[in-house]
């Protein structure tokens, strides 16, 4: 027999701001959140409303729920960890295990993850309810004339509307509940790993941090009056984008490419005025994210001192973490490479060492609290920090895939896989390549294994490598071009691979019900080392097609591809000729918008490729936690653990990361890393 579901939802009030602070901040115990309705829903019966009115009805509804969480009933909310939170403090004694989320359904069959979008995304039949949502914003702070929380008495229509509110969204759980699969175990498992690390969370110097943002909003106050005397006035600040690329003749740039436009190196600018030039250099001295991370980092931090709550659980559709508020994941890499020993020394005195090393390395102090951003993040006294990252893992099951042999090879042996790419490409010898061209080699192993054209090319070559194949545009492309079509032809299992990704994707598409392979792709009959994955769209039960495409991985997870569909589309080739081609679309949420992608073979293996990763890491996070190792943070392939200092060797942590699953016992995993006490980069 299962478990009865008990759905809740609570509207709040507090002082704390929680789009600012967080949640751990905002249900910290010293802080003055309070509660004024929990709506609580028992499986398909009509939904109870709690007040905070003390009245017999709302005992009733109180006990209820007491009872439901003591006989270990499953406690359904949509981002859970808040519900949980408020259930804590209210005294229910509610276990972690015991808690279902919505939001977590969602995540993990790639659909929007606010509850409105979710339900518009679902068909559900609610629309937006403006006065409850009015009502939500005005009573979760205090009322503005008494400097007090609000009371019924006060306002008692807006207190209605927020009932009303609090009601439809535990009916909307509870519908969303019932359309949408439970995650397996082994998923729930990875969203139980979520909340403890995130519950877990990572020290922060709060000292070193408070120091490093007076110094940079110092610095950007004078880069303001610098770019406002260096245009004669015309520019108000470094943050007016649109002033900027007026006074620098950028009026033709679109506006939704033009942040991207101003960041570009100054030599690729041509006919640039001395002013000119010295506005964009300082935009571009101002535009470091110091000040932006740091004060979201000062912020989140909680009473003892931990950043938490800064990893989104499946926050990319291949099953990856996304980052929250602070966001680990986008510390800028630094362009100084300072050295630990000199990054904990500065750390340890900022307010004297940044200027002072800014002056000794002819730098400035925004360039190098960019470099020491990582070191914020800080073991607690007497612990220090372990890093295990899985070294050039895409490329490693990319590889792994489609079976090239000779990377894997690589890869066992001396992994120099960019002067190989290079080497291959070019029909020379591994060992004559300079290093140069082995930065050329990793801009082709980086930029074209999924597929990407020259664009792909010259975006990551200067995102990830800061590496220009030309200053000319029109050069560069031709290069990019170039360099595409030679790593094609040095790996031909790749362009093969997609191709039947492609054609399996399409054929599940069209017809339900069915699975298909790349395997079965005719032009791979005969050939051997492929990986295979299997595309679906299941039939609901009574025989129409489900609103899912799914690929089933190596490891059994399934990555989803919700509302696909075939659509005839125009291509545009390079010289300007067309041709019609059917096209894979599916739904997505970008830019917080949930619309239509086209979709490629390319596109489907870089989304095999990251789920592996995702699902190696998951391995590793998880025989770290059986072997009693708490792990407090993951930085896209890296993985971050806390432990007493001297309690255990890095080469021990490496030993269990390094092991591999049963559906890749041979994967050639290599495990690199660091140990102590500040967070940093190698």
Not at 70 to 95: C, P, Q, T
Not at 306 to 329: D, I, K, M
Not at 496 to 507: G, S, T, V
Not at 605 to 632: C, H, S, Y
């Amino acid at each position: 027999m299962s478990l009865p579901r008990v759905y809740i939802d609570a509207e709040t009030f507090s002082s704390v701001d929680i789009s600012v602070r967080g949640l751990a901040n905002y249900w910290d115990p010293e802080a003055d959140t309070g509660i004024h309705c929990i709506a609580v829903k028992v499986d398909d019966t009509p939904t109870m409303l709690w007040k905070n009115d003390h009245t017999v009805e709302s005992l009733a509804v109180a006990e209820c729920l007491a009872i439901h969480i003591r006989h270990g009933s499953l406690i359904v909310a949509h981002k859970a960890e808040f519900e949980f939170y408020m259930l804590r403090k209210l005294g229910f004694n509610v276990r972690l295990e015991q808690m279902r989320c919505t939001m977590a359904k969602a995540a993990s069959m790639a659909f929007p993850l606010s509850l409105g979008k979710l339900s518009m995304a679902l068909g559900l039949p609610y629309g937006k309810n403006t006065a409850g949502h009015k009502a939500m914003k005005i009573l979760c702070k205090p009322n503005p004339s008494t400097g007090k929380f609000w009371r019924y008495a006060e306002a008692p229509q807006l207190f209605e509307d927020l009932y009303t509110y609090c009601i439809q969204d535990v009916q909307l759980e509870y519908d969303i509940d019932q359309l949408l699969p439970d995650l397996t175990d082994e998923e729930q498992a990875v969203w139980l790993m979520n909340q403890r690390i995130n519950r877990r969370g990572i020290g922060v110097d709060r000292r070193a941090a408070a120091a490093a943002y007076a110094i940079c909003t110092a610095e950007s106050e004078r880069l303001n009056r610098e770019i406002h005397e260096a245009s004669g006035g015309k520019v108000a600040s470094t943050t007016v984008s649109l002033q900027i690329a007026r006074f620098c003749g950028m009026d033709s740039v679109a506006k939704d490419v033009l942040e991207e436009a101003l960041k570009q190196p100054l030599t690729s600018y041509g006919g640039l005025s001395i002013k000119q030039r010295r506005v964009l250099e300082i935009r571009q001295e101002a535009a470091k994210s110091s000040v932006l991370k740091i004060e979201p980092l000062l912020e989140l931090c909680s009473s003892d001192g931990r950043l938490r709550w800064s990893q989104q659980y499946h926050g990319a559709a291949t099953g990856r973490e996304a980052g929250r508020g602070f966001q680990p994941l986008n510390i800028p890499r630094g362009a100084l490479h300072l050295e630990p020993a000199l990054q904990n020394a500065v750390l340890d005195d900022p307010v004297v060492e940044i200027p002072e090393l800014a002056r000794n390395l002819k730098s400035t102090p925004l360039n190098v609290v960019s470099d020491l951003l990582r070191g914020l993040l800080i073991a607690a006294e007497g612990y220090e920090l372990s890093s295990y990252d899985y070294a050039g893992i895409e490329m490693v099951y990319g590889a792994w895939y489609v079976g090239d042999e000779g990377l894997l090879t690589e890869f066992r042996g001396e992994r120099k896989v960019y002067e190989m790419t290079y080497a291959t490409a070019f029909h020379v010898d591994k060992a004559s390549v300079t290093k140069d061209q082995r930065q050329v080699g990793k801009g082709m192993a980086l930029g074209a294994q999924f597929g990407g054209g020259g664009d792909a090319l010259i975006t990551t070559a200067w995102s990830q490598l800061r590496l220009r194949f030309d200053p000319d545009p029109v050069k560069a492309k031709e290069i990019a071009e170039d360099l595409k079509i030679r790593w094609r032809e040095a790996r031909p299992n790749y362009p093969l691979y997609w191709k039947a990704l492609e054609w399996a994707a399409k054929q599940a598409v069209m017809h339900p019900g069915n699975a298909y392979s790349p395997l079965s792709f005719s032009k791979l009959q005969g050939l051997t080392g492929f990986q295979g994955v299997s595309y679906l769209v299941p039939l609901a039960a009574d025989g129409t097609p489900g609103a899912v495409l799914q690929c089933t991985l190596p490891s059994g997870r399934v990555l989803s591809y919700p509302y696909p569909r075939i659509e005839r589309h125009t291509v545009v080739k390079k010289d300007g000729d067309t041709w019609e081609a059917d096209s894979l679309c599916y739904m997505v949420t970008d830019d917080n918008q949930w619309r239509k992608t086209h979709s490629y073979g390319g596109k489907l293996f870089e989304n095999n490729v990251q789920a592996a990763a995702a699902d190696l890491l998951r391995f590793g996070i998880t025989n770290m936690n059986n072997a009693g190792i708490p792990v407090v943070l993951t930085v896209y392939d890296e993985v971050l653990a806390e432990t007493k200092t001297g309690s255990m060797t890095w080469e021990y942590g490496r030993e269990i990361m390094e092991r591999r699953p049963d559906w890749c016992p041979d994967l050639p995993v290599k495990v690199t890393g660091w140990q102590g006490r500040r967070y940093r980069k190698e």
